[in-house]
């Protein structure tokens, strides 16, 4: 916003208005300057953030080194700590909740962008945004007291009376482990991804869709051959979106995941995430050292989170500013 | 014509109509949770809510009896510290982007953005390093602090987002009539977008009200009436995330009233702030 009035050739300034136009300019500048501040705060921030952990992360780095990423021993009352049980349960309890969350979701941001009139596209993009809305310690809530007995009754059985041969299904059903995990985290990326891809969707130039169904193809041969593959990088950019939500997830998680630091075959069996072990033990940890242990386990996920956003963030607003800018 | 390009027109037919089937059913999948959330908060938290819960303390572990009024008031009084580091620096930053920006304002918003992916637990852990340690106890600043970061980037690209759709032309004239720029800024352009940023802050409190990992090592908990600011602070979502996994049938009942008023409020504010939102985006075509 550039100051259009042209300073001081006006033949009739007086002396007083020409320093209340000083002042004026003045004043603009330390306003200038106050915004610039606080927007740079942001990035001093994230800076802060990571310069604080990692110092913090120092004694733990300096006793165990990169190894603490691959050992597998967590034994705090040795002073012995290795974080690999953790990092696999983040892993594997994303992994999972992609795996569901993924095909649902693309199903819900086709049938919105694609399908639905506009009133109903509205109404039902409104409600699952609703579910983005519900409190993680609510949903852990509902985890522990609906989904979980859910689970092992009638999920976990099934599962294991016909892929039971394989040992991600066998054992036991407890209901509390990995598949409950990947299942609230299912619901809640559900929301996110479903509306990024929605929103990509509707980015795609209406031509793209236009030239199929003139080359006589069904709704559904457009979506397939002309609308996902234009918007394939923006989907890749909601899932990996997704993916970061569902890696720092951390209350939901810690009510229905167990909290056994395991490495174990089955997903029936509990597990264990860095965020619910920093949940539970933090306040609690007695050394210095298990201390450093839990927040260098939270620099992890920090730089992890830090590399997921920005790839998606790169992914999506790709496709969706090139496509909606005219 | 389309026949020679794709033959075997009813078996494209039959299976346009089952994928878009399948979609719907997709539909239908996402929203069976949410209904599910909604039904057993809803029926679970009627049946357990009442007026104890509103205006005692937590009793003795175990005891049947006590509410949760302290939680009650320590979410409200940790969004309001969480409201004052959240919002000036959120509408301020947000007014850099939308009439400053370039380059900078590029790595700004990347930078927010970024800042809001970034785990709330992780940012609880930072406080801890920010706060807790140097004051050597938990402290419901330190839990306001923690909100407080996780309001800036909400706040701000919302306001970013308002601001923006302040027309041009109401700009230029406050500027031709000799107002300074920075008048123009605040007493123009933001008071043109205050509905907008409302919004955007209402979805920004409905937000961190349910949050509940930040807080585990900031403001930690308390089982007693405290409105000191350099103290423990209960909150309505640790308490409940504590009864919950607690062995006691009376806390679980607790734990379900803590979760429908959470809900209702969550839900109030997200349905007002979105409706509003829609009638301006309605009217303003």
């Known amino acids: ?166 040992p991600l299904f066998s054992g036991p059903p407890y209901g509390i482990g990995m598949l409950s995990a990947g299942l609230i985290l299912s619901i809640m990326v559900i929301p996110i991804i479903a509306s990024v891809s929605r929103d990509v969707l509707r980015a795609v130039p209406q031509e793209q869709r236009e030239a199929m169904y003139a080359l006589g193809g069904t709704r559904w041969e457009v979506i397939r051959r002309a609308v996902l593959p234009y918007g394939r990088t923006g989907i890749i950019g909601a899932v990996i979106l997704g993916l970061g939500r569902a890696l720092g997830e951390t209350m939901a998680v810690t009510m229905v995941i167990g909290n056994r630091p395991q490495i174990a075959a089955s997903l029936f069996q509990p597990g264990y995430t860095i965020a619910a072990a920093l949940a539970n033990e933090f306040s609690e940890a007695t050394t210095d050292l298990y201390v450093s242990a839990l927040i260098e386990m939270a620099f992890v996920l920090f730089v992890v989170s830090l590399v997921v956003n920005a790839a998606a963030r790169w992914l999506v607003a790709r496709v969706t500013t090139s496509v909606v800018a005219p | 014509m389309s026949a020679v390009l794709f033959p075997d027109v009813q078996r494209r037919r039959v299976v346009d109509r089952i994928m878009t089937l399948l979609c719907l059913g997709a539909v239908v999948v996402a929203i069976i949770p949410l209904a599910s959330v909604l039904g057993y908060v809803t029926v679970q938290g009627a049946s357990a809510v009442n007026w104890a819960f509103f205006t005692q303390t937590p009793g003795p572990a175990g005891e049947p009896g006590g509410g949760m009024a302290n939680a009650l008031v320590g979410t409200l009084i940790l969004i309001g510290l969480a409201s004052c580091v959240g919002i000036p620096v959120g509408i301020l930053g947000g007014l850099f982007l939308s009439e400053i920006g370039g380059p900078v304002g590029w790595w700004v918003r990347f930078t927010a953005d970024v800042l809001n992916g970034v785990p709330s637990i992780v940012i609880g852990v930072f406080v801890y390093a920010l706060v807790v340690l140097p004051m050597r106890r938990f402290s419901a600043l330190a839990g306001g602090v923690a909100l407080g970061v996780m309001m800036i980037p909400l706040v701000m690209r919302t306001t970013e987002e308002m601001v923006r759709l302040v027309p041009q032309s109401l700009r230029e004239a406050s500027l031709a009539l000799g107002l300074p720029w920075w008048v123009t800024t605040l007493r123009v352009t933001l008071r043109t977008a205050t509905a907008g940023v409302v919004t955007g802050v209402m979805l920004a409190v409905a937000r961190i009200g349910g949050e509940t990992a930040p807080l585990l090592f900031t403001a930690f908990n308390n089982q007693f009436w405290s409105f000191r600011l350099d103290q423990p602070m209960a909150s309505l979502t640790v308490q409940m995330y504590n009864y919950a996994i607690a062995p006691y049938d009376d806390w679980h009942r607790q734990a379900w009233a803590a979760a429908l008023v959470l809900m209702t409020l969550t839900l109030v504010l997200n349905i007002l702030a979105r409706t509003a939102g829609r009638r301006r985006e309605a009217t303003g075509r």
């Open chain 1, 1 to 166: 916003m550039a100051q259009s009035v042209p300073a001081g050739n006006s033949p009739g300034t007086l002396p007083a208005a020409t320093a209340g136009r000083a002042r004026a300019r003045w004043a603009d500048g330390a306003f200038r300057a106050v915004l610039t501040l606080f927007a740079f705060l942001v990035i001093l921030l994230v800076f802060a953030i990571g310069v604080s952990l990692a110092r913090a992360a120092v004694p733990a780095m300096a006793r165990f080194g990169a190894a603490f990423l691959w050992t597998s021993r967590w034994d705090p009352v040795h002073n012995f700590f290795g974080a690999l049980p953790f990092v696999y349960g983040t892993l594997v309890s994303s992994a999972l909740a992609l795996l569901i969350a993924v095909p649902v979701s693309l199903g819900v941001a086709i049938y919105l962008a694609e399908v639905a009139r506009s009133r109903a596209s509205t109404v039902l993009s409104f409600v699952v945004e609703l579910l983005a809305a519900i409190p993680s310690v609510i949903l852990g809530l509902w985890g522990i007291f609906v989904m979980t007995p859910w689970v092992r009754s009638v999920v976990e059985p099934v599962l294991g009376g016909t892929l039971g041969w394989l």
